[in-house]
C-alpha cells in the first residue's frame, strides 16, 4: 500500500472517529437535558417506585424513612454516575480533536463545559414544575464531571506509558 493511500485512509478512520465522538457527546447532553427537564412529580415517583424495590429487596417490612433514605442514594449516585460519563466521554472527545500539546487546552474546556452543565442543568430545574435549585446537587455533578475527567487523563498517560514500555 502506498504512502499516500494510507494516509487517507487513516484521515478517514480518524474523522469517523471524531464524527462518531461527537454524535455521542450530543445524545449524551440530550439524555442529561430529558432527565434534568422531567417534571417533578413524574421524577419523584418514578425515583421513589425503584427506592421501594430496593428496600423490598434489603429489609422485610422497609419503613417511610428506609425508601426515603434509598431515594436519596438513588439520586446521589444517579448526579455522580451520569456526570462521570459526561466529564469522561467529553474529555476524550477534547483529546480526540484537540492533539499535542493543545490536549492540556481540550481538557481544560471540558472541564469548563462539564462545570457549566452541571450547574446550568440545576439552575434551570427552579424554573420547572416541582423541581427546585439545589446547590448539593450541582457539587455532586460536578465530582462526578470530575471524576470522569480524571479517569480519562489517567487512561491516557497510562496507556502513554504502556506503549512506551512496550517500545
Known amino acids: 500500500m502506498s504512502g499516500e493511500k494510507k494516509k487517507n485512509q487513516n484521515l478517514w478512520l480518524e474523522l469517523i472517529v471524531v464524527f462518531t465522538s461527537v454524535l455521542v457527546m450530543l445524545l449524551l447532553l440530550y439524555l442529561v437535558m430529558i432527565l434534568s427537564f422531567q417534571e417533578g ?26 425508601i426515603k433514605t434509598i431515594s436519596k442514594m438513588l439520586r446521589y449516585a444517579a448526579h455522580l454516575g451520569l456526570f462521570f460519563v459526561v466529564g469522561l466521554v467529553g474529555t476524550f472527545v477534547s483529546m480526540v480533536i484537540f492533539r499535542r500539546y493543545y490536549r492540556i487546552l481540550g481538557v481544560l474546556l471540558s472541564g469548563g463545559a462539564c462545570y457549566i452543565l452541571a450547574y446550568y442543568t440545576e439552575y434551570y430545574k427552579q424554573f ?17 464531571s470530575a471524576a470522569g ?18 517500545s
Open 41 to 66: 412529580e413524574r421524577s419523584i415517583s418514578e425515583t421513589m417506585n425503584i427506592a421501594e424495590r430496593i428496600a423490598a429487596r434489603i429489609y422485610e417490612e422497609p419503613t417511610a424513612d428506609e
Open 128 to 144: 420547572i414544575d416541582g423541581r427546585h435549585f439545589h446547590m448539593t446537587d450541582v457539587v455532586l455533578n460536578w465530582y462526578g
Open 149 to 166: 475527567i480524571a479517569c480519562m487523563v489517567i487512561s491516557y498517560f497510562m496507556n502513554r506509558l504502556l506503549v512506551k514500555l512496550s
